[in-house]
């Protein structure tokens, strides 16, 4: 499945509409267009719970001993966590979620007496600088292994060069500048890292995070929305309307160009199209297994 780019997208409509080499488009411009169908397409998938197909993501949770609140993952799609899982060695269970109306009298009996290392949290949002929160009960016991250390690499390459290697494993969470969000390390030799993405930036003795996956967030993150040209588009079933609604909005700027009201028509064919796709993709929630009264039938 090919992710096209921004620059792609602005090269092909910019072709079509004969807009090369001049400024009646500005590039922010085209970036706000974009993003607005991108935003489009977005709500569409939502609107048909279609999300999972599409933006379902997963995240380390890196706990600190006592320390209780945690920041959420930063492309997070409106606080929608699906699940938080923990994988350690000897231990594998769901974190789950504090539902019942008496959860604070419960989150205060766990602060107080709790001992285990089975968790549950809840969301908080006490402050809109710091944003929502996930809130651990009882207060963690451990610190998650973390291995700090410094790496070299050239843009677009999957390999790094740390300066030790010293507790990195493959299976570890990499992050740092230039690293895309949630790679992950999948091969370990001498001092040469590689991980599951290309890097996006290059990096000289650039601080890097390894973090084990004891525990992790799995969870519905947004689109991705571009601010630069080498950014993806991560819907391409649907970068056909993408490119059609740049061409439409591109249009509107010229009063009175023939071409508005046929390249509207096609954007509404599109559209339409987009809307049965997903219409089709809608999960089918038909799993109660009808109940078999073949026996009563027989005794009667």
């Given at each position: 499945?090919?992710?096209k ?7 092909e ?7 090369e080499?001049n400024?009646f ?7 706000n267009?974009a ?5 489009f397409?977005?709500?569409e ?5 279609c ?5 379902e993501?997963c995240?380390?949770?890196?706990l600190?001993?006592?320390y209780q609140?945690?920041?959420l993952?930063?492309?997070?799609y409106?606080n ?5 899982v923990?994988q350690?060695?000897?231990l ?9 109306l ?5 989150a205060?009996l ?17 402050n809109?600088?710091?944003g ?5 009960f009882p207060?963690?016991?451990?610190t ?10 050239t ?16 299976g570890q ?9 949630n ?11 590689t ?7 290059a990096?000289?003795?650039?601080a890097l995070?390894?973090i ?7 969870y ?25 609604f ?7 700027k ?7 009201q046929?390249e509207?028509?096609?954007?509404t ?12 993709m809608?999960?089918?929630?038909d799993?109660?297994?009808e ?7 027989e005794?009667?």
């Amino acid at each position: 499945m090919e992710f096209k780019t921004f620059q792609e997208l602005k090269n092909e409509v910019f072709k079509d509409l004969n807009l090369e080499g001049n400024l009646f488009v500005t590039e922010s411009e085209f970036y706000n267009i974009a993003n607005r169908a991108i935003d489009f397409c977005e709500a569409e998938i939502h609107k048909f719970r279609c999300e999972d197909t599409y933006f379902e993501a997963c995240a380390p949770l890196a706990l600190t001993a006592g320390y209780q609140d945690y920041s959420l993952p930063s492309n997070i799609y409106a606080n929608k966590i699906k699940r938080i899982v923990c994988q350690k060695s000897d231990l594998t269970y769901e974190v789950r979620r504090k539902k019942k109306l008496s959860r604070y009298v419960q989150a205060a009996l766990d602060e107080r007496y709790a001992t285990s290392n089975i968790y549950e949290y809840f969301i908080i949002n006490n402050n809109p600088t710091v944003g929502p929160r996930i809130r651990m009960f009882p207060r963690p016991q451990e610190t998650t292994t973390q291995v700090s250390t410094t790496g070299t690499w050239t843009s677009g390459t999957p390999t790094i060069t740390v300066a030790s290697a010293t507790g990195i494993a493959i299976g570890q969470y990499v992050s740092g500048t230039g690293i895309p969000a949630n790679s992950r390390v999948v091969s370990v030799v001498g001092t040469t890292v590689t991980i599951d993405s290309n890097t996006t930036a290059a990096g000289s003795a650039t601080a890097l995070s390894f973090i084990e996956d004891d525990y992790l967030i799995y969870y519905i993150r947004n689109a991705n929305k571009v601010s630069a040209s080498t950014d993806k588009i991560d819907i391409p079933e649907f970068y056909q309307f993408i490119a059609q609604f740049c061409r439409v909005e591109c249009l509107k700027k010229e009063l009175g160009n023939v071409r508005l009201q046929p390249e509207s028509a096609l954007l509404t064919v599109l559209q339409e199209q987009m809307v049965n796709t997903l219409a089709e993709m809608t999960p089918d929630e038909d799993n109660e297994i009808e109940l078999d009264n073949s026996f009563e039938e027989e005794m009667a």
